[in-house]
């Protein structure tokens, strides 16, 4: 294991990996031991930087906390970054697609990327809104993102079209003119897309345009519930039978 001792926070290798922070690009940084050992169990890490000596074969970097600080955005970080690249785009194959329109909240990104994997929708596409790299979005997904095929797409108009035209059934969330979802029932051989939106407003006017149908969650009490709540119930009651095996 050939570990490269890193002192100062100006060092190339730290600016670096300081300018993926955002998750905007092609990479981005996953902190704490649980975060970087899921992305190591789905070779997604690059290299990792520590407080301490760490197991592995990638490039490893000794530092001190004052670099993990830098790099890190919790308040007592765990003293271990990883740079991580983002997967290559592939095909959406899966039966359960969740589409998120503008969803700008990533506590939310991520909570909603937890209900994909349990529930079994594990193509998911981000139009526009928040990246779901960010660092409040990985550590609400709790590592999760790493196993499902994530599209971040900046024309979600031309996709939408493209999943009808290969036999999805396409589902929004609506208040007003949508059926219960009680009333609502997706056979379990059908393709669907689920469609949430934005918090504030909702599926955008131009992607309810494309829908199917649209379902709302029946309550009492209150007006609506929070997006990553819905998309949960929505998608549990939409997962395919017999995922959990």
């Known amino acids: 294991?050939?570990?490269?001792?890193i002192t100062s926070k100006d060092n190339a290798k730290v600016k670096r990996a300081y300018s993926f922070k955002d998750g905007k690009g092609d990479y981005f940084l996953a902190e704490g031991f649980h975060l970087?050992?899921?992305?190591?169990?789905?070779k997604a890490a690059d290299e990792i930087f520590?407080?301490?000596?760490?197991?592995?074969?990638l490039p490893h970097y000794l530092v001190n906390e004052e670099i993990i600080k830098k790099l890190a955005t919790s308040k007592n970080p765990e003293g271990i970054v990883a740079i991580c690249h983002k997967n290559k785009v592939q095909t959406?194959?899966?039966?359960?697609?969740?589409?998120l329109d503008e969803v700008s909240d990533p506590g939310n990104i991520?909570?909603?990327?937890r209900g994909?994997?349990?529930?079994?929708?594990?193509?998911?596409?981000?139009?526009?809104?928040?990246?779901p790299y960010s660092s409040r979005a990985l550590l609400a997904s709790q590592g999760d993102i790493f196993g499902l095929n994530v599209?971040?797409?900046?024309?979600?108009?031309?996709?939408?079209?493209?999943?009808?035209?290969?036999?999805?059934?396409?589902?929004?969330?609506?208040?007003?003119?949508?059926?219960?979802?009680?009333?609502m029932n997706i056979e379990d051989d059908a393709k669907l897309v689920l469609v949430l939106g934005n918090e504030a407003r909702g599926v955008s006017k131009d992607v309810l345009k494309k829908m199917d149908a649209c379902v709302r969650i029946e309550m009492g009490?209150?007006?609506?519930?929070n997006v990553a709540m819905a998309g949960s119930i929505l998608m549990y009651k939409y997962q395919k039978t017999g995922i959990k095996k």
Not at 92 to 99: A, C, E, P, Q
Not at 116 to 131: C, M, R, S, W, Y
Not at 168 to 178: C, I, K, R, V
């Open 1 to 5: 294991m050939n570990e490269e001792v």
């Open 116 to 131: 994909a994997l349990a529930f079994g929708f594990k193509d998911v596409v981000i139009a526009k809104g928040a990246t």
């Open 92 to 99: 959406l194959t899966n039966d359960r697609v969740l589409f």
């Open 221 to 225: 009490g209150i007006d609506s519930l």
């Open 50 to 57: 520590s407080c301490k000596p760490y197991e592995c074969s």
């Open 151 to 183: 599209v971040e797409s900046k024309e979600p108009l031309p996709l939408l079209d493209s999943l009808h035209a290969n036999g999805y059934f396409l589902l929004g969330t609506d208040l007003t003119s949508s059926v219960p979802l009680k009333s």
């Open 36 to 42: 970087c050992e899921m992305a190591l169990s789905f």
């Open 110 to 113: 991520g909570t909603l990327l």
